[in-house]
């Protein structure tokens, strides 16, 4: 056995994405690197599971980490395979992304890259789900690895709550303009959709969700938005707990 | 324009479901209803929307409504497209099930009905998702309507507050021992996964998720579960800010 930390890497960009290429390189400074992540993009899959169909791993050695695995299912469906079918036990640290755009807000229920990182926590480990808001394939991560390194290192020493991870999200700046980093809480914001109506080629109707982001409290100086605004790294320490507790306190004895 | 409400009714189980049917047969009671369903089943897509592929939605005329159409999403993206593409309004009350199966706890994060209700809400309607706890497609579903009449009533005159909606889990149990409705918070559990390797006729390793649901506070009177094994049907006022505040406070002016 090892005396470092066992860390598990995956994503939702997909096994060969650039970003979790760099996130697996400055995961092996701190630890003996696992890498399961999906065979394919599954951007937007959320939290969800395979259930209906059965699930493959390939072995796959593109990031010359210790053991690597391409999963056939869902980002969540990487984290379950590797804690309980692969590693038979808790990983020390659970590292998600770096996601190829941006996670911050409401986008934390639809982010593939964050229910990895979210699952990670549920199964107990500290976890962080890590994105850069950039889209781009060819996006420049150059700036990023000390603000990733010193939260690691933060992972790794601080008893983080069980069932908490952080949900981090980088501004597209250079190096210098990058403010440094900053906890906060989730913006309240949503998406405006537009559905892009085409015709295939037999003339039959098909759509491409599209759509508008909306931040419902763009004056607030504590939410994710604002610190992505101006210039810091935005930490949402994020945990799974959807009660409305403040409403059902009103509720419970009225109805 | 009808005074009528307008319903939207949606489910993960897919438009051929029995649970479906029963609810958009009560839902007609109420208002004017419109189905827009997966075209097979979705279980465990949590809030996965679809962004690599493109949509389609086909008329259907299963329930005899207002309006119909299976759509080859997920559950999040028959909300968005009833709400944003067919509608181009938002309904006066979303409603997502019968569920074959229990979404309550942990559940909810992984479960399709929920997510569905969840974007509702989103979208600014008062929404509710409804479970029976029994997967048997045979389920029976004799004892629920006058339950779920009550809670229709409540969302369509009650002022929910925005962004929250109802999880909504009804026992396995005759009319005569259920014991009523209770508001309770979501139940703090997991999963412990265990995925069974078989061989494909090639020799290959497949895997099958299957798993045990470990609830972590069986002595608490206040949650899902515990409502549940006492014969309640369960209400969880569910919201989307995952910021976990008490340690955000703990956290932000020491890192």
Known sequence: MSAKPTI?????????APGIKHLASIAKQFGDVIVVAPDKPQSGMGHAITINSTLRLEKTNFHQTNLEYAC????????????NSILKKRPDLVLSGINHGS??????IYSGTMSAAIEGALEGSPSIGFSLCDHALEADFTAVPKF????????LTEKMPK???YNVNIPKLRSD?????????????????RFEERKDPYGRS????????????PEANDTDEWALSKGYISVVPTQ??????TYLNEIKNKF
């Open 103 to 108: 996670n911050s807000s409401i986008n934390v």
């Open 177 to 193: 303009d990058l403010q440094g980093i900053k906890f906060v809480r989730q913006a309240k914001a949503n998406w405006v959709e």
């Open 8 to 16: 598990l890497v995956t994503n939702d960009d997909g096994v060969f």
């Open 72 to 83: 056939n299912g869902t980002p969540v469906d990487c984290v379950k395979m590797a804690v």
């Open 206 to 217: 098909y759509y491409w969700l599209t759509g508008e982001f909306i931040n419902f409290e």
């Open 148 to 155: 990733i390194e010193q939260l690691i290192q933060h992972a």
């Open 240 to 245: 799974t707990d959807l009660t409305a507790h």
């Open 163 to 165: 069932g908490v991870c």
